[in-house]
């Protein structure tokens, strides 16, 4: 296997229609030039435009498939998506921590498909915040950090990981992401592109921001870079399921 492109690890589902989870993160590291690697936390039975089935993969094999794949490869960043509780959250993240303290992570919380089936319940936010001070980013949209952190958009104030508030469901600015880092909140406008609705955008944006970071950019110029491709995404398109290019 190449060692000229750093290691991403993608930890999500499976969307058998390819618009979001682990496929779609697949496409998007392929594209950013980065080596991908998968584990399956659950299959599933959409299309990107209906929901009807999860299956889970068993916490144990998931952990075991994580512990393989870092004891055999340097891996510089993960991408983590669907996963069915805090607990499971907690035990990936800790298990990435104690084998590679040095390697980015980044949380896209889907809390709920776009077709409104609930993966995830936050049972207990004190659990929350400490597996938070672990992760380099986290990427809600308005409507998953009003469930992560009551009231933020209304009291915006420190939180133990940096946060990328994704526009898509801001009707005051659509399309403007916020950057909420230690010490400064960007604003990252849209550009003048024709933007369609994707299936598994958020997948694609989060994906990209992984790759940014194994390819040893910050996280300021990591969300900027996945804001274009991202863009690139959205415009290829006028159907739910969209065409992956730099």
């Known amino acids: 296997m190449s060692t ?34 998968a584990i399956s936390t659950a299959n599933t039975i959409q299309t990107e435009k209906q929901f009807y089935e999860i299956q889970w993969t068993d916490l144990s094999f998931v952990i075991r498939s994580i512990e393989t794949l870092f004891l055999n490869y340097k891996i510089s960043a993960v991408k983590i998506g669907i996963v069915s509780s805090l607990h499971d959250l907690n035990r990936i993240v800790s298990t990435i921590k104690l084998l590679s303290p040095s390697t980015k992570m980044v949380w ?21 915040t400490k597996i938070l001070s672990k992760i380099d980013l986290i990427t809600p949209n308005y409507l998953e950090a009003e469930i992560l952190f009551p009231d933020f958009i209304s009291k915006e104030k420190e939180f133990s990981t940096n946060i990328l508030l994704k526009g898509g469901h801001n009707e005051k600015a659509l399309g403007t992401d916020r950057l909420f880092l230690k010490n400064e ?62």
Request: net charge negative; glycine share 6%; charged share 20%.
């Open 185 to 246: 909140v960007l604003e990252l406008l849209p550009s003048e592109k024709n933007c369609f609705e994707k299936h598994g955008s958020g997948c694609v944006l989060s994906s990209a921001i992984a790759s940014n970071l194994a390819l040893n950019l910050t996280i300021k110029e990591a969300c900027k870079n996945a804001k274009i491709y991202i863009e690139n995404y959205l415009s290829s398109t006028t159907t739910l399921i969209g065409y992956h290019y730099v």
């Open 108 to 128: 896209d919380p889907v809390l709920k498909s776009s077709t409104k089936f609930e993966f995830m319940n936050i049972e207990n936010r004190s659990d929350l």
């Open 4 to 37: 000229d492109r750093p290691f991403v690890l993608t930890i999500a589902g499976l969307d058998p229609s390819g618009g979001a989870g682990i496929l779609a993160d697949i496409k998007t590291f392929e594209q950013h030039k980065v080596t991908g690697f």
